[in-house]
């Protein structure tokens, strides 16, 4: 990563300034260039989509210059917060220096859930009441595959550039023209420490009697079936096969039989944990470092598993029936500074896409700036064993996801 000179715009300044001004809650875990992890996130991309080359899309009527709004679904625990106050000092600095109204929502618990919920309206041209929206990118695909996001003007993002040069070309969205990624992380296994009395270091170590009743898994199979793969032994990054994945599928079929799992859930599983009803699982690496700082428990534990982890990344899209298209590149572009990025990676935890952060953050917070799970180096993906579930075809995607469903009982 490269450092940057601080901003000469005066909008951007007084962004900056009052983003600085915000408390930064997360100084807990322990650094490297994200270069690395993109291009392993990149790696994860499907195959281009029939609409990311379209240019014949129609638009709705741009209201952004008399409307200031923005509705924005994003997943929880995904954007800085002040604890006392409760608000996002990044959003609230947003909108004072432009006069946008943010309407921030924790609409999307799972990528498939979310999706089918607004894909026929957006099918439709109908408008779903939201402006941005953020998803995995094999969701992604599938939002561009079938039309429902709008182009990004790129000229009037100028910071839009900062993005990690690995993830500027991934094939479902080539020159990043539907896309910017918001964050990315990795999925692994989590655990309260002291209530357990031991650590947890392979996925077996969940199915443990003691632990029966106790645990929570993701609804997204290509981290729950990822990681069981990964310990028997498959590259979930290369060319596995079907059989292979229905062999984790039935494992997880198994324990939620034999009441090993409490719960399959998408980012809902959090409140189990919160609550007590379950001290282990399946989880999603920043996740467990909003677990720590909520409920003051030190104890709460993220590990990759000797096996391997996985690694992903979520994209932030305006929808093909949003009304403030410029509005909301002027959003996603505030997010492009690095002292803006740097303040929400100190909070969330995740892997940060944008250039510089890492140096802004290390000025304030050095150990923060550290945190390999934010900033990850070469060495360190090796090292774990980190993969990305490779992408997946059409067909395979349509096949897995009915077979996944069957899981689920659904």
């Known amino acids: 990563m490269s450092s940057r000179p601080a901003p000469t715009d005066p909008t951007v300044r007084a962004l900056v300034s009052m983003v600085q001004s915000g408390l930064t809650r997360r100084r807990?875990?322990?650094?490297?260039?994200?270069?690395?992890?993109?291009?392993?996130?990149?790696?994860c991309a499907p195959p281009t989509p029939p609409a990311a080359g379209k240019t014949d899309v129609v638009l709705p009527k741009d209201l952004s210059a008399t409307d200031k709004v923005i509705n924005w679904a994003n997943w929880t625990a995904y954007l800085d917060v002040d604890d006392a106050t409760k608000t996002h000092p990044t959003l609230e600095a947003f909108q004072k220096a432009t006069g946008i109204t943010v309407n921030y929502s924790e609409d999307i618990d799972d990528n498939n859930t979310y999706f089918n919920k607004i894909a026929p309206q957006l099918r439709e041209k109908q408008?779903?009441?939201?402006?941005?929206?953020?998803?995995?990118?094999?969701?992604?695909?599938?939002?561009?595959?079938?039309?429902?996001?709008?182009?990004?003007?790129?000229?009037?993002?100028?910071?839009?550039?900062?993005?990690l040069p690995s993830l500027r070309e991934v094939s479902f969205d080539p020159g990043r023209r539907y896309s910017l990624p918001w964050q990315g992380g990795f999925g692994g296994i989590g655990y309260n420490k002291n209530?357990?009395?031991?650590?947890?270091?392979?996925?077996?170590?969940?199915?443990?009697?003691?632990?029966?009743?106790?645990?929570?898994?993701?609804?997204?199979?290509?981290?729950?079936?990822?990681?069981?793969?990964?310990?028997?032994?498959v590259d979930i990054s290369g060319s596995f096969t079907k059989a292979q994945v229905q062999t984790a599928f039935e494992e997880v079929s198994k324990h939620i039989a034999d009441g090993s799992i409490r719960r399959v859930k998408g980012n809902s599983y959090l409140e189990d944990l919160k609550s007590g009803n379950a001290i282990a699982g399946i989880v999603w690496s920043g996740d467990l470092a909003t677990l720590k700082a909520e409920t003051e428990d030190d104890s709460w534990t993220f590990v990759l598993p000797e096996s391997g982890g996985t690694i992903w990344t979520d994209n932030m899209m305006?929808?093909?029936?949003?009304?403030?298209?410029?509005?909301?590149?002027?959003?996603?572009?505030?997010?492009?500074?690095?002292?803006?990025?740097?303040?929400v990676a100190a909070y969330?935890?995740?892997?940060?896409?944008?250039?510089?952060?890492?140096?802004?953050?290390?000025?304030?917070?050095?150990?923060?700036?550290?945190?390999?799970?934010?900033?990850?180096?070469?060495?360190?993906?090796?090292?774990?064993?980190?993969?990305?579930?490779?992408a997946l075809t059409s067909d395979e995607d349509a096949d897995y996801s009915t077979l996944w469903s069957k899981v689920l009982g659904e």
Not at 132 to 144: K, P
Not at 321 to 332: C, D, P, V
Not at 366 to 384: G, K, R, S
């Open 28 to 43: 807990m875990l322990g650094l490297g260039g994200g270069a690395a992890a993109a291009a392993l996130l990149a790696a």
């Open 195 to 233: 209530k357990l009395g031991r650590d947890l270091k392979n996925v077996s170590d969940l199915w443990a009697p003691d632990l029966k009743g106790k645990v929570v898994v993701l609804s997204e199979f290509r981290d729950t079936a990822g990681l069981i793969m990964q310990a028997n032994g």
């Open 348 to 390: 969330v935890n995740y892997i940060c896409p944008v250039l510089g952060a890492q140096e802004e953050l290390a000025k304030t917070d050095a150990t923060t700036a550290a945190n390999p799970f934010i900033f990850p180096t070469d060495t360190f993906l090796t090292e774990q064993k980190v993969q990305a579930f490779r």
């Open 127 to 163: 408008a779903i009441g939201r402006d941005l929206f953020v998803f995995t990118d094999w969701m992604a695909n599938r939002v561009l595959r079938e039309g429902l996001a709008q182009p990004l003007d790129l000229i009037q993002m100028p910071h839009a550039p900062n993005l």
């Open 318 to 343: 305006i929808p093909i029936t949003s009304a403030h298209r410029s509005n909301t590149m002027k959003l996603m572009d505030y997010y492009y500074q690095p002292e803006v990025a740097a303040q």
